[in-house]
């Protein structure tokens, strides 16, 4: 089964700038399967990034995805102050089918 | 537009059994896998399986299987989720997913908190 470790666990930054995070896959996948997520307190999460690198519908071009093999990116070129909260990287694995998620990353105001 | 309406939080004795309900509207309900999720709190989120509504199909996370089952009702768009021999570590939110493009999540529930407390 395929673990996903996600760094930092906590990023203090402040409004307008630039967040990187960084989703590490134990083995290597494929950029199809690897999607990221925003949850802020007492929501639902809501999907921001599906194949490693495409924004989903809604989605702010300062959001970007990136990343291939095992090392994924998520990235926040300009911190607003809607943005502060928890990202999950998360994975699909066939055979049998899984889905599997990252522990989070909380990006806090500075 | 999509939403999914789940049922209301439930407190629960260690033990006993369960039944998260998911209404579904906005789409055709026999078109999208639905999965759960759960999350404990200030913890982070584990997925638990999914059912297609379309053959009511099931494929369970391997930590949950034989305290899981998941069914729908299609005459009213709603999958349910039941969790048996409740334990205390079960004490978390639940949330129905909507299945998007084989392997993402792109419509949640609002999530029912089950607490697990003698």
């Known amino acids: 089964e395929i673990v996903l470790t996600q760094s930092p666990g906590t990023l203090s930054l402040s409004p307008g700038e630039r967040a990187t995070l960084s989703c590490r896959a134990s083995?290597?996948?494929?950029?199809?399967?690897l999607a990221w997520y925003q949850q802020k307190p007492g929501q639902a999460p809501r999907l921001l990034i599906y194949?490693?690198?495409s924004r989903a519908t809604g989605i702010p071009d300062r959001f970007s995805g990136s990343g291939s093999g095992t090392d994924f990116t998520l990235t926040i070129s300009r911190l607003e102050p809607e943005d502060f909260a928890v990202y999950y990287c998360q994975h699909y694995g066939s055979s049998p089918p899984t889905w599997t998620f990252g522990q989070g990353t909380k990006v806090e105001i500075k | 537009q999509v939403q999914l309406v789940q049922s209301g939080a439930e407190v629960k004795k260690p033990g006993a059994s369960v039944k998260v309900s998911c209404k579904a509207s906005?789409?055709?309900?026999?078109?999208?896998?639905m999965h759960w999720v759960r999350q404990a709190p200030g913890q982070g989120l584990e997925w638990m399986g999914r059912i297609n509504p379309n053959s009511g199909g099931t494929n369970y996370a391997q930590k949950f299987q034989g305290r899981v089952t998941m069914t729908r009702d299609t005459s009213i768009s709603t999958a349910y989720m039941e969790l048996s021999r409740l334990r205390s570590d079960d004490t978390a939110v639940y949330y129905c997913v909507r299945e998007w493009g084989y392997y993402y999540f792109d419509s949640w529930g609002q999530g029912t908190l089950v607490t697990v407390s003698s």
């Open positions: 083995q290597s996948v494929s950029s199809s399967y």
């Open positions: 906005g789409y055709t309900f026999t078109g999208y896998y």
């Open positions: 194949g490693a690198s």
